[in-house]
């Protein structure tokens, strides 16, 4: 396939947009690590973190999860960051996929190879919603309250990828009968 400008582009942003939610992952993870081995030895306690967020005004999507009763709440703090992390984890995937489909190695667009990242990244577009509702729901049994917002646009989206990568399946088939003609 041509190499373009565009192509080019693409394939750099998303390489950094993989490398960026890799990292994000990864430091997340650490962190709530961290933070989970302090507060089982004592070293953090709820009253540190009441008397940091008590005088803090909390005004972003997961801000209901981090107070319950006027007290921090580790319980939606642990599941609020756990599924920012599965979600980035997710994003993260989509973005190495796409990598690989506009990278210049790639060969045709109608590869198995691309066949299957495009198929990949509709299951991974398809999880990120999922697991906004999945797992706050396994929290709320628990008593842990971090209900995101899922719009329906991300379900579209997973679609389309998957629908998508019924077409390239047919492309590759196509293609395959054409190379044998030849």
């Not at 192509?7 to 650490?30: D, P």
């Not at 081995?37 to 801000?63: C, E, K, P, R």
């Not at 198929?119 to 706050?136: D, H, Q, S, T």
């Not at 989206?157 to 590759?172: E, H, I, N, R, W």
């Amino acid at each position: 396939m041509k190499k373009t400008k565009l192509r080019e582009a693409t394939t750099v942003l998303a390489k950094i947009l993989e490398l960026f939610t890799f990292a994000v992952v990864g430091m997340t993870t650490s962190t709530l690590i961290t933070l989970a081995i302090l507060l089982a030895t004592g070293h953090l306690n709820q009253q540190m973190f009441n008397d940091v967020f008590s005088n803090a005004q909390l005004n972003f999507a997961g801000s209901q999860a981090l107070m319950k009763n006027g007290q921090f709440y580790f319980p939606g703090f642990f599941l609020y960051f756990g599924i920012m992390v599965v979600q980035a984890f997710f994003a993260g995937l989509i973005f190495q996929n796409i990598g690989k489909i506009f990278s210049f190695k790639a060969g045709s667009p109608f590869s198995a190879e691309n066949v299957k990242r495009i198929r990949n990244i509709g299951y991974f577009a398809l999880a990120l919603p999922i697991v906004k509702i999945v797992l706050p729901l396994l929290g709320l049994i628990f008593g842990a309250n971090a209900l995101m917002g899922v719009s329906a646009y991300e379900f579209l989206f997973a679609l389309v990828a998957l629908s998508l990568s019924q077409y390239f399946a047919y492309g590759a088939e196509l293609e395959k009968d054409v190379d044998g003609l030849l």
